[in-house]
């Protein structure tokens, strides 16, 4: 059984930006996932991970530059 690896494809501070592009990925077809989002805001310096299976970071990179 092969199991995908999961990468971070960018760090957001900002809750309601890291939604926006999960759901414009999702659009895509792009499975994607949000990791710390219940600890916003507790650490500065931290922030919500959009992690994606590492086979889709092209397309999903493309997405995003739209």
Do not use: C
Request: proline share 2%; charged share 35%.
């Amino acid at each position: 059984m092969t199991q995908d690896k999961t990468i971070v494809l960018h760090t957001y501070t900002d809750m309601l930006e890291a939604k926006m592009i999960q759901d414009k990925l999702k659009e895509n077809g792009i499975d994607s996932f949000l990791n710390d989002e219940n600890v916003l805001g507790l650490d500065p310096v931290g922030g919500a991970e959009l992690r994606i299976f590492e086979k889709d970071k092209e397309a999903a990179e493309t997405i995003i530059r739209g």
